[in-house]
């Protein structure tokens, strides 16, 4: 089954301890991109990726890390948590970007709800 | 840069009515895509309709349909014939098509709550 699984789908954690937000994909996308959604804010775009080693910021990149040494996996890193990154977080991925490939859906994982106390 | 304002923060449609969320969007480009996401309290994240700004027709999908006007920058859903399982929030949502603005990302709206009465 063609889909995005991201993992845990809860965290609870303390502010200052690193945090890993696991991202995998099966479909073979080129584009990865991570989102968080918050009340009243809609999603923000954190970081996206085009392609493997190819990295870039979104609208809300502070305090957030990700890399993409592989095709499938997208992992979203807090080095230092801090309450105001509690939040749902999205990891979506696509077909590249590419001239008529746009308008392919982003396809979601589930959601990794976190909590920094 | 681009935005999405969804000016309804709460809907309400008695089963079997018809509804319909606003969304407006504000861009300089000429083209993009429009998109319907609905979210059930299960948190995924699914595709309700899409648009291409290119196309006049507006985009139908079973019971959803939207009323996409470009010149006022307006993309709403309608939902016909509601039913329970409609209840969710919905967002509205903008991709750039081309450009050097391209970067893949989907601009949100604020989302709309909606409910659906038995």
């Known amino acids: 089954e063609a889909q995005v699984t991201q993992n845990p789908r809860y965290l609870i954690t303390v502010t200052g301890k690193k945090l890993t937000v696991t991202c995998s994909q099966n479909m073979n996308h080129e584009y990865m991109s991570w989102y968080r959604q918050d009340p009243g804010l809609g999603l923000r775009q954190i970081y996206y990726s085009m392609n493997v080693e190819v990295t870039d910021k979104g609208d809300v990149p502070e305090g957030y890390k990700v890399s993409r040494k592989e095709k499938r996996n997208f992992p979203l890193i807090l080095e230092s948590p801090s309450p105001n990154q509690t939040s749902l977080y999205f990891c979506a991925s696509s077909f590249r970007r590419s001239a008529g490939q746009n308008n392919s859906p982003l396809h979601f994982g589930n959601g990794t709800r976190l909590t920094v106390t | 840069a681009q935005t999405v304002t969804q000016s309804q923060p709460e809907m309400s449609v008695q089963e079997a009515e018809t509804v319909t969320l606003s969304c407006t969007y504000d861009?300089?480009?000429?083209?993009?895509?429009l998109f319907w996401y609905k979210q059930p309290p299960s948190r995924q994240m699914i595709l309700v309709i899409r648009q291409e700004a290119y196309k006049q027709q507006n985009a139908t999908e079973n019971r959803f349909s939207v009323n996409f006007q470009k010149a006022a920058k307006s993309f709403s859903l309608k939902i016909s014939d509601s039913q329970l399982g409609d209840a969710a929030m919905y967002f509205c949502a903008y991709r750039s098509a081309h450009g050097s603005s391209n970067t893949g990302k989907l601009i949100f709206g604020q989302g709309t709550t909606l409910q659906v009465k038995p």
């Open positions: 861009t300089s480009e000429s083209d993009y895509y």
